[in-house]
């Protein structure tokens, strides 16, 4: 089991910047893909990022929205996983989610929400305009 607790969100103008931390518990946070999503009132979940690593290397992908703003990284000896929001827009404000899934999950599939298996409880990230 494993748990994911987000932190870092809040208010900010838009072309600000934010960073979002988001803490696991666990022994093996090393072995868990990683990844970002967010939800808009009244939008479905959208995918933000998301990270792997094999033990050798590490794949990253984005959604297109965020691509060339936004940053994800890991670090596996702090079990947390960092999402840096750059540039930021009105239409970034969400909740956004912290999520993880066992196993190393192929790049192709990082957008994919059912591939994740533990959610945290989100934290709000609001852009004023």
């Known amino acids: 089991q494993v748990q994911l607790v987000e932190s870092g969100g809040g208010l900010v103008q838009a072309g600000g910047s934010l960073r979002l931390s988001c803490a696991a518990s666990g022994r093996t946070f090393n072995t868990y893909t990683m990844g970002w999503f967010r939800q808009a009132p009244g939008k479905e979940r959208e995918f933000v990022a998301g990270i792997n690593w094999s033990g050798v290397s590490i794949s990253i992908t984005y959604g297109d929205s965020v691509k060339g703003r936004f940053t994800i990284s890991r670090d596996n000896g702090k079990k947390t996983v960092y999402l840096q929001m750059n540039s930021l827009k009105p239409e970034d404000t969400a909740v956004y989610y912290c999520?993880?899934?066992?196993?190393?999950?192929?790049?192709?599939?990082?957008?994919?929400?059912?591939?994740?298996?533990?959610w945290g409880q989100g934290t709000q990230v609001t852009v004023s305009s």
């Open positions: 999520a993880a899934a066992e196993g190393v999950v192929p790049i192709v599939r990082l957008g994919r929400d059912y591939e994740y298996v533990y």
